[in-house]
Protein backbone atom coordinates (compact mmCIF):
# COMPACT_ATOMS: atom_id res chain seq x y z
CA UNK A 1 0.00 0.00 0.00
CA UNK A 2 1.25 3.27 -0.71
CA UNK A 3 -0.25 6.85 0.54
CA UNK A 4 -2.38 7.04 -2.87
CA UNK A 5 -4.15 4.24 -1.53
CA UNK A 6 -4.68 5.59 1.78
CA UNK A 7 -5.86 8.41 0.29
CA UNK A 8 -8.77 6.97 -1.51
CA UNK A 9 -9.56 5.03 1.52
CA UNK A 10 -9.62 8.77 3.88
CA UNK A 11 -12.18 9.67 1.03
CA UNK A 12 -14.33 6.74 0.64
CA UNK A 13 -16.90 6.80 3.45
CA UNK A 14 -17.27 3.43 3.93
CA UNK A 15 -14.41 2.48 4.87
CA UNK A 16 -13.21 2.48 8.41
CA UNK A 17 -9.47 1.37 8.36
CA UNK A 18 -7.74 4.89 7.78
CA UNK A 19 -9.23 8.35 9.42
CA UNK A 20 -7.51 11.31 11.34
CA UNK A 21 -4.08 10.24 11.75
CA UNK A 22 -3.38 9.29 8.18
CA UNK A 23 -5.07 12.50 7.04
CA UNK A 24 -3.47 14.27 9.04
CA UNK A 25 -0.30 13.32 8.24
CA UNK A 26 -1.52 14.12 4.50
CA UNK A 27 -2.63 17.54 5.68
CA UNK A 28 1.51 18.28 6.37
CA UNK A 29 2.52 16.78 3.14
CA UNK A 30 0.16 19.63 1.71
CA UNK A 31 1.66 22.11 3.42
CA UNK A 32 5.22 20.93 2.46
CA UNK A 33 4.26 20.82 -1.30
CA UNK A 34 2.83 24.83 -0.71
CA UNK A 35 5.69 26.26 1.29
CA UNK A 36 8.11 24.63 -0.91
CA UNK A 37 6.78 26.21 -4.11
CA UNK A 38 6.77 29.75 -2.33
CA UNK A 39 10.03 29.44 -1.66
CA UNK A 40 10.85 28.36 -4.87
CA UNK A 41 9.14 31.38 -6.19
CA UNK A 42 11.25 33.45 -3.79
CA UNK A 43 14.48 33.18 -5.50
CA UNK A 44 14.32 35.87 -7.76
CA UNK A 45 15.47 38.13 -5.23
CA UNK A 46 16.32 38.80 -1.50
CA UNK A 47 13.04 38.89 0.22
CA UNK A 48 14.89 38.88 3.38
CA UNK A 49 16.37 35.18 2.85
CA UNK A 50 18.26 34.62 0.38
CA UNK A 51 17.57 32.43 -2.86
CA UNK A 52 19.76 29.71 -1.55
CA UNK A 53 18.20 30.39 2.34
CA UNK A 54 14.51 29.66 0.38
CA UNK A 55 16.28 26.48 -1.71
CA UNK A 56 17.72 25.09 1.56
CA UNK A 57 14.47 25.51 3.16
CA UNK A 58 12.29 23.82 -0.44
CA UNK A 59 14.30 21.03 0.01
CA UNK A 60 13.87 20.43 4.13
CA UNK A 61 10.06 20.28 2.92
CA UNK A 62 10.84 17.93 -0.01
CA UNK A 63 12.30 15.75 2.59
CA UNK A 64 9.79 15.96 5.10
CA UNK A 65 6.84 15.84 2.65
CA UNK A 66 8.25 12.14 1.61
CA UNK A 67 8.76 11.31 5.55
CA UNK A 68 5.24 12.55 5.78
CA UNK A 69 3.73 10.55 2.46
CA UNK A 70 5.20 7.31 4.06
CA UNK A 71 4.40 8.21 7.62
CA UNK A 72 0.59 8.12 6.43
CA UNK A 73 0.95 4.11 5.21
CA UNK A 74 2.67 4.13 8.67
CA UNK A 75 -0.23 5.48 10.37
CA UNK A 76 -2.95 2.68 8.68
CA UNK A 77 -0.76 0.09 9.13
CA UNK A 78 -0.41 0.97 12.65
CA UNK A 79 -4.48 1.27 13.26
CA UNK A 80 -4.35 -2.76 11.89
CA UNK A 81 -2.14 -3.60 14.25
CA UNK A 82 -4.70 -3.18 16.90
CA UNK A 83 -7.64 -4.50 15.00
CA UNK A 84 -5.76 -7.55 15.04
CA UNK A 85 -4.42 -7.28 18.51
CA UNK A 86 -8.19 -7.21 19.32
CA UNK A 87 -9.15 -10.19 17.22
CA UNK A 88 -6.86 -12.61 19.11
CA UNK A 89 -8.69 -14.99 21.16
CA UNK A 90 -9.32 -14.73 24.59
CA UNK A 91 -11.09 -18.36 25.55
CA UNK A 92 -8.57 -19.36 27.83
CA UNK A 93 -6.17 -17.09 30.84
CA UNK A 94 -3.62 -17.65 28.69
CA UNK A 95 -5.18 -16.72 25.55
CA UNK A 96 -6.33 -13.22 27.71
CA UNK A 97 -2.92 -12.35 29.05
CA UNK A 98 -1.64 -13.15 25.19
CA UNK A 99 -4.02 -10.51 24.16
CA UNK A 100 -3.83 -8.04 26.65
CA UNK A 101 -0.07 -7.87 25.98
CA UNK A 102 -1.32 -7.75 22.22
CA UNK A 103 -3.81 -4.52 22.60
CA UNK A 104 -0.84 -2.73 25.04
CA UNK A 105 2.10 -3.02 22.46
CA UNK A 106 -0.52 -1.88 19.79
CA UNK A 107 -1.02 1.10 21.75
CA UNK A 108 2.44 1.82 21.23
CA UNK A 109 2.69 0.96 17.97
CA UNK A 110 -0.47 3.12 17.34
CA UNK A 111 0.30 6.06 18.86
CA UNK A 112 4.40 5.84 17.91
CA UNK A 113 2.90 6.58 13.77
CA UNK A 114 1.51 9.82 15.27
CA UNK A 115 3.89 10.92 17.20
CA UNK A 116 6.40 10.65 14.72
CA UNK A 117 4.44 12.05 12.17
CA UNK A 118 3.20 15.40 14.54
CA UNK A 119 6.93 16.06 15.18
CA UNK A 120 7.40 16.77 11.20
CA UNK A 121 4.28 18.58 10.92
CA UNK A 122 5.27 20.69 13.35
CA UNK A 123 8.97 21.50 11.87
CA UNK A 124 6.86 22.26 8.85
CA UNK A 125 4.78 24.72 11.42
CA UNK A 126 8.07 26.58 12.09
CA UNK A 127 8.92 26.49 9.04
CA UNK A 128 6.36 28.49 7.78
CA UNK A 129 6.81 31.10 10.81
CA UNK A 130 10.54 31.80 10.04
CA UNK A 131 9.46 32.47 6.05
CA UNK A 132 6.69 34.92 7.13
CA UNK A 133 7.78 38.01 6.01
CA UNK A 134 10.19 36.87 3.84
CA UNK A 135 8.60 35.47 0.61
CA UNK A 136 7.55 36.72 -1.98
CA UNK A 137 4.34 38.29 -1.07
CA UNK A 138 2.57 37.35 -4.08
CA UNK A 139 2.70 34.45 -2.42
CA UNK A 140 1.41 35.22 1.26
CA UNK A 141 -1.92 33.18 0.92
CA UNK A 142 0.12 30.00 0.06
CA UNK A 143 2.06 30.24 2.47
CA UNK A 144 -0.53 31.07 5.38
CA UNK A 145 -2.58 28.11 3.85
CA UNK A 146 0.78 25.73 4.21
CA UNK A 147 1.00 26.78 7.72
CA UNK A 148 -2.72 26.65 8.57
CA UNK A 149 -2.47 22.98 6.96
CA UNK A 150 0.69 22.13 9.27
CA UNK A 151 -1.10 22.79 12.09
CA UNK A 152 -4.13 21.15 11.54
CA UNK A 153 -1.92 18.50 10.94
CA UNK A 154 0.51 18.50 13.98
CA UNK A 155 -2.91 18.58 16.11
CA UNK A 156 -4.36 16.07 14.51
CA UNK A 157 -1.60 13.41 14.84
CA UNK A 158 -1.42 14.54 18.84
CA UNK A 159 -5.34 13.76 18.91
CA UNK A 160 -4.50 10.52 17.51
CA UNK A 161 -1.47 9.83 20.02
CA UNK A 162 -3.91 11.04 22.76
CA UNK A 163 -6.77 8.21 21.49
CA UNK A 164 -4.33 5.53 21.81
CA UNK A 165 -2.75 6.36 24.98
CA UNK A 166 -5.52 4.42 27.28
CA UNK A 167 -4.12 0.86 25.49
CA UNK A 168 -0.63 1.80 26.70
CA UNK A 169 0.53 0.54 29.89
CA UNK A 170 4.08 1.33 29.67
CA UNK A 171 4.79 4.26 32.04
CA UNK A 172 8.03 5.06 30.27
CA UNK A 173 6.15 5.23 26.85
CA UNK A 174 3.12 7.43 28.16
CA UNK A 175 5.63 10.14 30.09
CA UNK A 176 7.20 9.96 26.34
CA UNK A 177 3.81 10.27 24.66
CA UNK A 178 2.58 12.91 27.30
CA UNK A 179 5.73 14.82 27.07
CA UNK A 180 5.42 14.96 23.35
CA UNK A 181 1.60 16.27 23.45
CA UNK A 182 2.54 19.19 25.50
CA UNK A 183 5.47 20.11 23.41
CA UNK A 184 4.12 19.70 19.99
CA UNK A 185 0.86 21.40 20.68
CA UNK A 186 0.20 24.34 18.53
CA UNK A 187 -2.67 26.83 19.88
Avoid at 126 to 139: A, F, H, K, R, S
Amino acid sequence: MDYKNVLELILDTDDVTVGGGSASALSGALACGLMGMVCKLSTKKDYGISPEGQLTYAKELEDIRERLLSGIVTDANAYGVIINAYKLPKETEEEKEIRKKAIADAGIVGASAPMENAKLCKRVYDIGTELEGMTNQNCQSDLVIGRELAKVGTNGCLMNIEANLPLVKDEEKLKEFNKAIKELKID
